[in-house]
T-cell receptor, first 115, second 112 residues
Framework: KAGVTQTPRYLIKTRGQQVTLSCSPISGHRSVSWYQQTPGQGLQFLFEYFSETQRNKGNFPGRFSGRQFSNSRSEMNVSTLELGDSALYLC??????????????FGQGTRLTVV | KQEVTQIPAALSVPEGENLVLNCSFTDSAIYNLQWFRQDPGKGLTSLLLIQSSQREQTSGRLNASLDKSSGRSTLYIAASQPGDSATYLCAVLNQAGTALIFGKGTTLSVSS
């Protein structure tokens, strides 16, 4: 069974550009969530999608956005990149039905460097 | 607002030692708690999940406990090995089931 796949693995962008990251969840999983990991702040929740609907959003500026497609694949977009957006972006998938047995599985992440 | 704290931030032990990693959270209204392992520059590997109604879970040399009323969890690693060297993260799932709130992790180094 394939795990969570994130592409690309590495990205280098210039300040002011925009970037799109992709996440393919485990087959059968309908929930996809995104996290930003930096050395100073640790792992912070960005947003979560279930059946193409955003159910929750973390405390990030509107430059961070996402979407989910009918096949559960998800993309996140960051516009007008800033140096502080340099981070490891992690995607997680789960069945999404809710309940205490909800287990999250993570991809390998996309390392974004803004120069 | 839920806050998750992990102590210690770093730990160095010789091979073969048993050790305990601690995790505390401020709001007991959680669905579950997960322990993850992260190797440098890599994604997260799920180690154990404890549902809110459970007290502990075991997998091989790992045992995790949960005391929801006091907002605490521990991860016990028996007979540590150099391959256990990694950062260990705990995370609680909010009661909407939509977001994990993470601690900052404990970086473990096991020397041979």
């Amino acid at each position: 069974k394939a795990g969570v796949t994130q592409t690309p693995r590495y990205l280098i962008k210039t300040r002011g550009q925009q970037v799109t990251l992709s996440c393919s969840p485990i087959s059968g999983h309908r929930s996809v969530s995104w996290y930003q990991q930096t050395p100073g702040q640790g792992l912070q929740f960005l947003f979560e999608y279930f059946s193409e609907t955003q159910r929750n959003k973390g405390n990030f500026p509107g430059r961070f956005s996402g979407r989910q497609f009918s096949n559960s694949r998800s993309e996140m977009n960051v516009s007008t990149l800033e140096l502080g957006d340099s981070a490891l972006y992690l995607c997680a998938s789960s069945r999404g039905g809710g309940g205490p047995n909800t287990e999250a599985f993570f991809g390998q992440g996309t390392r974004l460097t803004v120069v | 607002k839920q806050e998750v704290t992990q102590i210690p931030a770093a730990l160095s032990v010789p091979e073969g030692e048993n050790l305990v990693l601690n995790c505390s959270f401020t709001d007991s209204a959680i669905y579950n708690l997960q322990w993850f392992r992260q190797d440098p520059g890599k994604g997260l590997t799920s180690l154990l999940l404890i549902q809110s109604s459970q007290r502990e879970q075991t997998s091989g040399r790992l045992n995790a406990s949960l005391d929801k009323s006091s907002g605490r969890s521990t991860l016990y690693i028996a007979a540590s090995q150099p391959g256990d060297s990694a950062t260990y993260l705990c995370a609680v799932l909010n009661q909407a089931g939509t977001a994990l709130i993470f601690g900052k992790g404990t970086t473990l180094s096991v020397s041979s």
